[in-house]
């Protein structure tokens, strides 16, 4: 779930260079259209990835060593949680009333690259808390097999 919610952001990510040279018309109307889903289906990604992941937190939680990558995955959805709220979701609202009025404002491009910048910074965050989460998959996985070893 945490790689599915990382896509998402992923995606405005790699959109954020040609969508800085859309005019004004074009950008409102792709914003209208194309990310419909998202709002529906990306808090359920991003909240249950937070949930998964504070599930690995509790479970490992006994060892401090293996409870610490997990802990900075749960900091990091947190974080980029945070920075969508005080970030992208002003903009957002600000892209909701052009698409009311059909009236973009002299300052659009400044609300576009909050929105913009703030999806790619929300993506970085993401790739610091998956990356913590598998390497401590993956650390928790040879930990295993060297106890495995030592038992035979």
Known sequence: MAALAMGMHLAHALELVPKRRWDPELYLAVQSSLYMLFGSIGPVLEIGA??????VVRT???SR???????VSVAAITLALLV??????PANAQLTSWQTSRVMPPDWARWRDQWQ?????????????????V???VEGRAQDASTLGRRA
Not at 50 to 55: E, F, I, P, S
Not at 65 to 70: D, F, K, N, V, Y
Not at 117 to 133: E, R, Y
């Open 65 to 71: 060593s293996a409870r610490t990558l997990p802990l």
């Open 50 to 55: 937070l949930v998964l992941v504070a599930l």
């Open 84 to 89: 969508w709220a005080l970030v992208v979701l």
């Open 117 to 133: 910048f703030g999806q790619a910074f929300i993506f970085l965050i993401h790739i610091v808390g998956f990356s913590a989460l």
């Open 135 to 137: 390497v401590s998959s």
């Open 60 to 62: 490992v939680w006994a």
